[in-house]
């Protein structure tokens, strides 16, 4: 045999090992899973309760027989001594095994989280299917199971339509949306306490005039404020206002709207030119929030610095916006409106919670290393005590399309 026929051989060998290895020798048909959206974990008699959306996929005619899209959902419920066990009893009672490669929310009941939650979701960090970005909630004054299977209208699933609304943060600054991956980051620094999401039922008002033929009342999720977390032990909530507060402190703005009492001042003049109202709203464009420490004489002292850009959005008091003396009053009173909202977050965390949930240790760590190593194991006792500056610079770099408040009356 000649070398190039040896070759050959070879070459032909290597690419029919190469298809085999490609090949989905163990691959899962997707009529054959369970494919979850969305989880809940309850406690209940020292039992743990696991709920979950299913995704339920259809025939089609195209030539692999399924379509990923669902057409509705489906509910599979079960109990265990540990979160691993009541996913596998599952199977007890529902006919797929779960597959968690799809889910994106993990809701903890508000008696669960009260209890823990850091040791119940090793599971989730061991499996390979589990998703690490998958955001993580607490059901405020709820069971999660209360929570899953409450969906909005345009959603296809009750997981789409919470994911949706956790995804449109970068319109509103007031809730918080954190991944089991970056709450584990948290959890593994000693200078900080984790702060989570939270999600809400709340009963919506019938416009429908199609009323349900039982005339059951109709839910729907709201995921505003935050879960304040001791390590991983619930011990309270931020309300929204309070979560705005945190997210400028720690510098999470995306967006959002600052409204604020248009100030008294612009009574005096001719800058009033239409009705009185009562509020100015500033919708965000751009925010970015720098905190450092200094200390003196052995006092830690906190500067919060936040500069933000922003558009007039709304007017109701018409004031005569082209004057840029009242912008500069506005621009003024929404920096103090911003300032007050930082001011009762920090205040409400040092008072009441008593612990840093803003990773103000983790600055000093690096501005002072050599105090840190010294203060370190007291920091839960020292940041209560810490005293801090707010500072807030606005900038209202638009105005809208029109200079003449709406509720002003020409004269022909």
Known sequence: MTKNKKNLIIAVYLIIISILSLSCTGSRQL?????????????????????????????????????????????????GETVFEAVRNITLNFDRKLFLSHNNILIFGEEFAKKGITGFMDVFLRDNEARENMYILVAKGAKAYEIIGVKGELSQSAGDYLLDILNDFKYNGKCLKVSMSEYYKYHYDI?????????????????????????TAKFMLDVAGGAILSRDYLIGYLSSDEIFGYNFITDRIEGGLIKFNTPQGLNKGNTIIGNEGKFTTVEIIQTKTK????????????????????????????????????????????????????????????KEFKQDNFSIGEIVHRQYPKVWKEISKDWNNIFPEISYTVNVETKIVKTGIINTPSNLRKRR
């Open 191 to 215: 200078s900080n306490e984790p702060v989570i999401g939270v999600v809400t039922k709340i009963e919506k008002k019938e416009v429908d005039r199609q009323k349900s033929k039982d005339n």
């Open 291 to 350: 905190r450092d420490i200094k200390i003196d004489d052995g006092k830690i002292h906190l500067n919060i610095n936040v500069k933000l850009s922003g558009s007039l959005g709304e007017e109701n008091k018409g004031i005569d916006v082209s004057n840029l003396e009242v912008i500069h009053i506005l621009e003024k009173a929404c920096s103090e409106k911003v300032e007050d909202l930082i001011s009762t977050t920090m205040d409400k965390v040092q």
């Open 31 to 79: 009529q054959t899973l369970a494919l979850v959206t969305s989880m809940g974990i309850d406690l209940e008699d020292d039992k743990i309760i696991i709920t979950c959306e299913i995704m339920n996929p259809i025939s089609n005619n195209s030539s692999s027989g399924i379509s990923p899209n669902p057409t509705g959902s489906v509910f599979a419920q079960s109990v």
